[in-house]
């Protein structure tokens, strides 16, 4: 953790958001990386692209100055003449990859833009009464009329699903009842579904942490409870009960890993042939894991 933070480099990014990138002087694409939570998510992951971190000063799931944002990203990645961009978060994080992403997309047609974003909020505004996230009540309590004018431009993102340039994947838990419909509602000509048997909102969690042993269920289930005695929203996301969440990661037998969604995702060959390949690695049959297009 210590080597990637002392090689990571500040860069400014318009709004009240925090950004660092970690360069590979080998790749010409970039992985831009939403944070869920006040620190830098997924900062430790070896990716094999250009890593940029966004985060946000105060939790307002990237709706703040986003269109501002969203263009300097956009001028950043020109400057540093990188080739391919993909955006990916995870919950909250998930909507500012995907918000940002069909923002970019929409100014700039000349490049394709991608998203992979693991159980995002969808809908913020009107007032969604399915979220339940604590930070998602003080969005809609903040009375800060830039925020809220943004809130009410940005916070439906039903407009990202016809635009050609976009190419933007969700996955989440199948039977967590919340996230499947807040996905489904993008599901069309730019967004593909992949489905996993969850019932819990962590569907990024088997694609990061090694598993491979009840113990290192446990002790990952032991660490996230933990960190959910300082985080609200975390800690309403996850089953009261403990064991609930190992016996959920434990039906889960994926050899695919982030990197290898993002390789996947950022080529540019046939997108339904390299998803139905990732799904066969993962090791799920078609009856389970399901591939929604359009639908």
């Known amino acids: 953790m210590m080597g990637l933070r002392a090689k990571m480099e500040p860069i400014k990014i318009d709004g009240p958001y925090d950004a660092e990138i970690l360069r590979k002087s080998e790749s010409s694409d970039l992985v831009v990386i939403f944070s869920h939570n006040l620190r830098h998510a997924l900062s430790s992951y070896p990716y ?15 709706l703040a100055d986003a269109a501002a944002a969203a263009l300097s990203l956009m001028d950043r990645v020109r400057s540093d003449g990188f080739e391919r961009v993909i ?8 909507f500012g990859a995907l918000l ?6 929409k100014e700039d047609r000349s490049r394709i833009y991608r998203a992979l974003a693991f159980s995002p909020q969808t809908s913020l505004w009107p007032p969604n009464p399915k979220l339940y996230f604590p930070s998602y009540s003080e969005l809609l309590a903040n009375q800060d009329t830039n925020l809220r004018k943004n809130l009410r431009r940005h916070g439906n993102l039903s407009f990202i699903r016809g635009i050609k340039n976009l190419d933007a994947t969700i ?13 489904k509602r993008l599901a069309g000509r ?25 113990t290192e269920i446990s002790q990952l289930a032991e660490r996230l409870y933990i960190n959910a005695e300082k985080d609200i929203d975390l800690r309403s996301s996850l089953p009261k009960d403990k064991q609930d969440f190992i016996a959920a990661l434990a039906n889960i037998d994926s050899a695919v ?11 540019r060959t046939s997108r339904q042939r390299l998803i139905l390949k990732a799904l066969k690695r993962l090791g799920f049959s078609r009856s389970i894991v399901r591939l929604q297009k359009g639908t």
């Not at 955006?87 to 998930?94: D, L, R, V």
């Not at 890993?257 to 080529?267: N, P, T, W």
């Open 48 to 62: 094999d692209q250009n890593a940029l971190f966004v985060k946000e000063r105060r939790q307002k799931y990237f």
């Open 87 to 94: 955006f990916i978060g995870t919950s909250k994080g998930g």
């Open 100 to 105: 940002w992403a069909g923002l970019s997309a």
């Open 171 to 183: 996955v989440y838990g199948a039977t967590n009842v919340v996230d499947a419909e807040e996905a």
């Open 190 to 214: 730019s967004v593909e579904l992949i489905a996993l048997p969850l019932g819990i909102h962590a569907s990024l969690t088997p694609f990061v942490h090694k598993r491979d042993t009840e």
């Open 257 to 267: 890993s982030l990197g290898d969604l993002v390789a996947d995702r950022i080529s």
